[in-house]
């Protein structure tokens, strides 16, 4: 910047000055902070803040990166969360929470401008994605009309329930490929192999520090995740249900990546397995124990359009799983006095107990499956399920519901019964009727072998969280939301996308203009 004047040799401009004066105050300002930020542990709103001018271009200019985002970093922030308690007290909202909010709200200005561009998408049944629309907006509207509770509480319980429905259309409208759902399925497999070694350091080895100081604050708010004064593990992920919920859907993906992979690293896929199915034993989450048994008879029934080949394969599977689950409850229930020393020597058992820890996580929890009117919880679930069928024909609002985050029932269908009303209800009902029907039409359809096996995969996630949301709302979390919403939209959508041999044709070709 040029600061001599010109009709004064050697002179000073003054309104030149100035700017420049303002430019470099600006600069050493700024740079102080910078640098307090670069070598100071940054606070959770730095983190958003960050996170949000890192993401915000290239999700909006490559959308598929906001999906693979919502895959690959939202199931840390409950670990990131914990950790900030070793340099934080809790605060009242994380902002953490609100990063994968970010990257829906990002994806959502990216759809409604493809939408403005009248660009649309083409489902396997037009009917479908309308009709999520109207499940949608109407758990909006109820959050504001008709509500028993605040709209505050309405809206923060929309955020968990119905928010990640916006994933149906990102998942129609983004993803082109076969490979792409791949790509999630990789993920998921990675991701679900380190969390499940992770539950099972924190059964044998104990908890981290960190971990301690939340479980500590969580003792009194979050009753459900102790039994017997010890807390079920949770690994990376908010709640041992969450937990549970991964493995079921990690296991699905690994046996999908091991039909799809042809290479013999393959294998691989199976080894990981045994270590996902006894992490979700000892999260002690009994509906999910349920759903594994469904999605195992369910995978093998729709794998009858195969080969004897795979016939065998998954067969044998399906014995391995069992006798392996046989195998970990002899080792828990008795005659192992090895293994239950090996185990209370972990930092989880602090005193001599009667009962050893995995007696209390799987062998007293197995009671609620064989006779579900012995044990407690099951009982008083079905006390409140009663409540809420009693409340629903209450007139005039029991038959519309109470709005929007008024009870949670524990069940996802007696939470929308209570929620929604008898509309609701039927509503949710036909949107994953007609989204099962799709499923099984158009996988007896399918020709190509890759996206059989990713149709297999997606419907046996699907069936798997419409079981278990009978004693849980699973799919008002992550990362039940993210995955049933995400299979949903692959089954409207795989039929007419591109498969995997063409797309690895195309990539090898090489366009010489």
């Known amino acids: ?47 958003l803040v960050f996170f949000i001018l890192c993401c915000a271009i290239p999700v909006l200019k490559f959308p598929r990166l906001g999906i693979y985002l919502l895959f690959a970093f939202v ?33 959502t200005l990216v759809y409604f401008d493809r939408l403005r561009k009248r660009e649309k998408t083409f489902l396997e049944d037009p009917a479908v994605g309308p009709l999520l629309w109207i499940y949608f907006v109407y758990q909006l509207i ?31 409208h983004f993803i082109s490929s076969a490979r792409q759902v791949v790509t999630c399925f990789k993920i998921i497999a990675f991701i679900g192999f380190a969390a499940s070694l992770y539950g099972i350091k924190q059964l044998i080895f104990g908890y981290s520090t960190f971990e301690i100081l939340w479980l500590d604050v969580m003792r009194e708010k979050f009753v459900t995740l102790f039994i017997g004064g010890n807390a079920r593990p949770f690994s990376i992920f908010a709640s041992p249900a969450c937990l549970a919920d991964y493995m079921l859907i990690s296991m699905t993906a690994c046996l999908c990546l091991y039909l799809i992979d042809k290479s013999r690293a393959r294998v691989l896929y199976l080894v990981t397995i045994p270590f996902m199915i006894s992490a979700l034993l000892i999260t002690s989450v009994r509906s999910n124990w349920t759903g594994l048994l469904a999605g195992i008879v369910f995978w093998f029934l729709m ?30 229930t008795g005659g192992t006095q090895g293994f239950d020393a090996f185990l209370l020597q972990g930092a989880t058992s602090q005193r001599k107990q009667e009962k050893t820890l995995t007696d209390l996580l799987v062998t007293d929890r197995i009671s609620a499956v064989t006779n579900p009117f012995e044990e407690y ?8 399920w009663q409540m809420v069928a009693r409340n629903s024909i209450i ?31 039927v509503l949710a009902f036909i949107i994953m009727i007609r989204i099962f029907l799709v499923g099984f039409r158009i996988y007896f359809d399918e020709e190509e072998r890759v996206k059989r096996v990713i149709i297999q995969g997606c419907l046996t996630m699907f ?8 004693t849980g709302t699973h799919i008002a979390s992550h990362p039940g939301d993210l995955v049933f919403w995400f299979c949903a939209g692959v089954l409207m959508v795989i039929h007419r996308i591109e498969g995997m041999e063409k797309s690895t044709v195309n990539a090898r070709i090489v366009d010489a203009t």
């Open 463 to 470: 069936f798997m969280f419409c079981v278990i949301n009978t």
């Open 377 to 384: 919880s099951m009982v008083s679930r079905f006390s409140m």
């Open 303 to 332: 794998a009858q359009r195969s080969t004897v080949k795979i016939k065998v394969v998954l067969l044998t599977i399906v014995v391995i799983v069992f006798m392996a689950g046989s195998t970990l409850l002899e080792l828990f």
């Open 75 to 107: 199931p840390f922030i409950p670990l990131i969360r914990r950790v900030y308690y070793l340099l934080y007290v809790r605060p009242t909202n994380d902002l953490l929470l609100l990063i994968p909010d970010a990257i829906i709200a990002f994806l």
């Open 142 to 172: 109820r959050c504001f009309v008709a509500n028993t509770v605040s709209m505050t509480d309405g809206l923060h319980e929309f955020k968990f329930a119905a928010l990640y429905i916006l994933c149906f259309f990102f998942t129609a």
């Open 1 to 47: 910047m040029n600061l001599l004047s010109d009709d004064q040799k050697g002179g000073i401009d003054t309104s030149r000055l100035l700017p420049a004066v303002l430019f470099v105050a600006l600069a050493v300002t700024a740079g102080q902070l910078i640098a307090k930020k670069i070598f100071d542990i940054p606070t959770r709103r730095d983190v």
């Open 395 to 425: 007139l005039p609002q029991g038959p519309i519901g109470w709005g929007t985050g008024s009870f949670d029932a524990h069940s996802y269908y007696f939470s929308t019964l209570y929620w929604l009303g008898y509309p609701g209800l």
